[in-house]
């Protein structure tokens, strides 16, 4: 294993992927569907708490302003 990759991450992923491979496919749609508004909701949160969009933002060092215009551009 890489010394830049995480186990914890790893075993993050590994984990989601198995969980989602026991659904099935209309279950994998609903649980996406709902991710996909809860990340849109967290997208737009003015918070900066720990875990936020914001928070992730100044912890990259990226402009939050340009990564929102950038997930609204890429969707149309």
């Known amino acids: 294993m890489s010394d830049t990759v995480d186990a914890n991450v790893l075993r993050a ?9 026991k659904l099935s496919k209309a279950e994998a749609v609903a649980h996406a569907e709902d991710e996909w508004d809860k990340t849109q909701r967290w997208v737009a949160s003015a918070s ?3 875990g936020s969009f914001i928070w992730f933002c100044q ?8 990564v929102r215009r950038a997930i609204r551009e890429r969707r149309k």
């Open 13 to 21: 992923v590994f984990a989601a992927r198995v969980s989602l491979a």
């Open 48 to 50: 900066n708490k720990e």
């Open 59 to 66: 912890e990259f060092d990226l402009d939050e302003g340009a």
